[in-house]
């Protein structure tokens, strides 16, 4: 028997696909080039694995050529001349983006501004071709000094001073992060503590990113160590490796375990019942009813000069701070522990100043 009728043979035995199962096949591999950069790129061997472990039964031959289609018809699939290849998706506009009205171009223009303080360069960059086309759809329009001039009258500014955010050296870090958080898999990574002298290994489970007034966190727990969940910044990871995947936890919910309060060191994990009584000044954006410290709170007594509120709060630094903040200003009245703690505080920091007059005084 020859080559051609062996062939023959073989592929006759070979259940022959329905087109279901074959746009589904390339459903998955093009979700799964759009999860890889050009920093962090994606070979057929690992693919063919993952194809395998989601039920695709599928050669590794069948996974190369459906790469190489990829790459020839479509724009946005780009690779390397590595051995294997290494593939990736470059974000381009997509189709619904080139029909943007000038209102829209202008709305997208005016998120750009917004998101260029907040997202880390390398995370911009895979949004600029979308930026880009909207700025076009602008100067097209002659719309481009309506939208300079708008620019100008429109200004986001953050509560409370704010530092200058830490630099992430490696953008692969936060690419690697991104990664394992969406693929639900673990990293061991070298971290940095504030309060150690030397970087230590350690094997999280991320289950979520935080981004607080620029600095980002991860959100997860060790494997090895307490499972409670836990803070790491970005910025103090010094490598780290993309692992095996694991099972997200059901009852987790990344909004609401910031929204407790987790992000903070909390003194107590039973809430605080809080009386304060705050100046006229300090206090007027509470007593004209536009913000609220709490959903509970209410308005107690008020006068000319103050207004006193209680509240329930968690029991937290940035509680403390919010406090402290306010000077003269703000008062506790109850509970009586909080109340001496903010006053022990404040009488620290009088110590020092005095202590700096009398100095200069001799």
């Known amino acids: ?24 096949r390339l459903m998955y591999i093009l979700n799964l080039l759009r999860q890889h950069s050009s920093t962090r790129k994606l070979d057929t061997n ?8 989601q039920g695709h039964e599928v ?26 290849p290494g593939y990736w998706y ?7 983006m080139l029909h943007l009205s000038r209102e829209s171009a202008l709305a997208v223009c005016l998120v750009e501004a917004h998101l260029k303080h907040l997202l880390p360069s390398n995370e911009m960059k895979h949004l600029r071709p979308i930026f880009e086309h909207a700025s076009k759809v602008l100067e097209k329009a002659r719309a481009t000094k309506r939208y300079n001039e708008l620019l100008k009258r429109i200004a986001i500014f953050p509560r409370g001073w ?17 990664s394992a958080i969406t693929d639900s898999r673990t990293i061991k990574m070298t971290y940095q503590s504030a309060k150690e002298k030397k970087p230590r290994e350690r094997t999280i489970e991320p289950l979520g990113l935080v981004d607080r007034s620029g600095v980002y966190y991860v959100v997860g727990r060790e494997i090895y160590g307490s499972s409670d969940y836990k803070n790491w910044a970005l910025h103090r990871i010094v490598q780290l490796e993309v692992l095996s995947e694991f099972s997200y936890p059901k009852n987790f919910q990344l909004r609401q375990h910031a929204a407790e309060g ?17 100046s ?27 207004i006193e509120i209680s509240c329930t709060v968690r029991d937290s630094d940035e509680f403390r701070w919010w406090i402290l903040e306010k000077g003269a200003g703000c008062e506790v009245v109850s509970p009586l522990s909080l109340r001496e703690e903010i006053s022990e505080t404040l009488n620290n920091a009088l110590s020092v100043y005095k202590a700096d007059l009398r100095n200069r005084a001799s």
């Open 1 to 24: 028997m020859t080559n051609n009728e062996l062939q023959k043979k073989k592929n006759a035995r070979r259940p022959r696909e329905d087109t279901y199962t074959i746009a589904r």
């Open 46 to 53: 690992k693919a063919h694995k993952q194809l395998l472990a």
């Open 59 to 84: 050669s590794l031959r069948t996974v190369q050529r459906y790469f190489k289609d990829f790459f020839d018809h479509y724009d946005g699939v780009k690779k390397d001349d590595s051995s294997p």
């Open 90 to 96: 470059e974000a381009t506009v997509r189709e619904d």
């Open 162 to 178: 704010k530092l200058i955010a830490p630099h992430i050296s490696n953008p692969k870090i936060f690419d690697d992060v991104m």
């Open 262 to 278: 987790n992000l903070n060191r909390i003194h107590s994990a039973t809430p605080l019942k809080v009386v304060l009584r705050l």
């Open 280 to 306: 006229s000044e300090a206090g007027a954006h509470l007593r004209e009813g536009e913000c609220k410290i709490s959903d509970d709170q209410q308005i107690l007594k008020q006068t000319e000069n103050f």
